[in-house]
């Protein structure tokens, strides 16, 4: 009899160990660089009322500061799940081209841009592109589950947090949903 009862409990409620938004789940936890993270937040990007994507920040632990989730030199991940039927390899260059002028980027952080640019690849809905940071090595870029390369530089790495998470993200919507609001 207690058995039957701890068994119906597990089924009513069971433990929580994926986010969903707007019909995509996130798991809540990830590797990278060898270091577990937490998903701080999911967030929806909007373009003319249309879905784009939902993207998931992952950290070491979760916070709602902007800054320290730019700033902190350690493993993090940001992933775009795509809901959109199609976004072409320009429209992406030209978003990350858009976000990196709002942020300011040196000729440096532009310098890792323009390899970011390089490696971007039409996507469907149910594709993704992570960006993993791994500290001393530099932004792993994947599209579509496979890497295409790192792009070296702790400055690059806060720059394109920094599209995200900075004083001018895509939209307030997706920022705040991904610091965990």
């Known amino acids: 009899m207690i058995q039957m009862l701890m068994l119906l409990t597990t089924l009513a409620f069971p433990t929580a160990d994926a986010a969903e938004l707007a019909g995509v789940t996130m798991p809540d936890s990830a590797t990278v660089a060898g270091q577990k993270l937490v998903l701080n937040g999911m967030g929806l990007r909007e373009k003319f009322f249309i879905d784009v994507y939902v993207g998931g920040l992952y950290l070491p632990a ?7 989730a730019i700033d902190q030199d350690v493993p ?8 959109y039927s199609e976004v072409d390899a320009g429209k992406l260059t030209g978003a990350f081209n858009d976000g990196f002028a709002a942020v300011g980027a040196t000729e440096s952080q532009a310098s890792g841009l323009a390899k970011l640019n390089g490696m ?8 993704t592109i992570t960006l993993d940071y791994e ?5 792993h870029v994947s599209v579509k589950g496979q890497e295409k390369g790192v792009i070296a530089g702790v400055d690059f790495m ?3 947090w920094g599209v995200y998470l900075g004083p001018s993200p895509p939209t307030t919507a997706l920022k705040k949903g991904m610091l965990g609001g």
């Open 76 to 83: 993090k991940r940001i992933k775009m799940h795509f809901i």
């Open 120 to 127: 971007m690849e039409t996507v469907k809905a149910g594709e």
């Open 135 to 139: 500290p001393g090595v530099g932004t």
């Open 62 to 68: 979760k916070t709602t500061d902007a800054k320290s």
């Open 158 to 160: 806060k720059a394109l």
